[in-house]
T-cell receptor
Framework: EAGVAQSPRYKIIEKRQSVAFWCNPI?????LYWYQQILGQGPKLLIQFQNNGVVDDSQLPKDRFSAERLKGVDSTLKIQPAKLEDSAVYLCASSLKRGGLAIYNEQFFGPGTRLTVL | KQEVTQIPAALSVPEGENLVLNCSFTDSAIYNLQWFRQDPGKGLTSLLL?????REQTSGRLNASLDKSSGRSTLYIAASQPGDSATYLC??????????FGQGTRLTINP
């Protein structure tokens, strides 16, 4: 079974530029998550999708970050414009949805995209 | 608001030793607790998932326990090997229904 795929693996941009990350979850996984992991810290949830609907985006800086999952499969996360403090690893994860209780399900993570903002 | 703490931040032990990694959480009304491994520059690999109704889970040389009343979980690694060197993260889902991570314990196994 293929795992969660992410691209690109690395990205270096100047501040105020835009960047987009792509994620393809495990086949059949209805729930998709984007996390931000700053060096030395645990991942922090940015946004959670259930199929193509947003379940939780309370920690997403909506003035500069946006995410979509148009067909309930792939997802993109965009930052526009980027700031120095956005330098981090952006992780995508997915999980099955059983009986409507996604919170009980094991999350599987992709390799992440390491973003450096100069 | 759930807070997850892992102490120590780093641990170094000789190869072959049994060891315990600790995780504590503030909200005992958790739905589950998950242990992950993260290698440098890589994503997270799920090791064990314990549902709130369970007390422990085992996979090979790994055993994770859960004590909701005390707000603690431990990850026991038997007969450690250099390949076990990595950062180990615990995370729990509680009232806010999102996975909240600790900061991790960086484990080094010395040959």
């Amino acid at each position: 079974e293929a795992g969660v795929a992410q691209s690109p693996r690395y990205k270096i941009i100047e501040k105020r530029q835009s960047v987009a990350f792509w994620c393809n979850p495990i086949s059949g996984h209805a729930t998709l998550y984007w996390y931000q992991q700053i060096l030395g810290q645990g991942p922090k949830l940015l946004i959670q999708f259930q199929n193509n609907g947003v379940v939780d985006d309370s920690q997403l800086p909506k003035d500069r970050f946006s995410a979509e999952r148009l067909k309930g499969v792939d997802s993109t996360l965009k930052i526009q414009p980027a700031k120095l403090e956005d330098s981090a690893v952006y992780l995508c994860a997915s999980s099955l949805k059983r009986g409507g209780l996604a919170i009980y399900n094991e999350q599987f993570f992709g390799p992440g995209t390491r973003l450096t903002v100069l | 608001k759930q807070e997850v703490t892992q102490i120590p931040a780093a641990l170094s032990v000789p190869e072959g030793e049994n060891l315990v990694l600790n995780c504590s959480f503030t909200d005992s009304a958790i739905y589950n607790l998950q242990w992950f491994r993260q290698d440098p520059g890589k994503g997270l690999t799920s090791l064990l998932l314990i549902q709130s109704s369970q007390r422990e889970q085992t996979s090979g040389r790994l055993n994770a326990s859960l004590d909701k009343s005390s707000g603690r979980s431990t990850l026991y690694i038997a007969a450690s090997q250099p390949g076990d060197s990595a950062t180990y993260l615990c995370a729990s889902v509680a009232g806010a229904q999102k996975l909240v991570f600790g900061q991790g314990t960086r484990l080094t196994i010395n040959p």
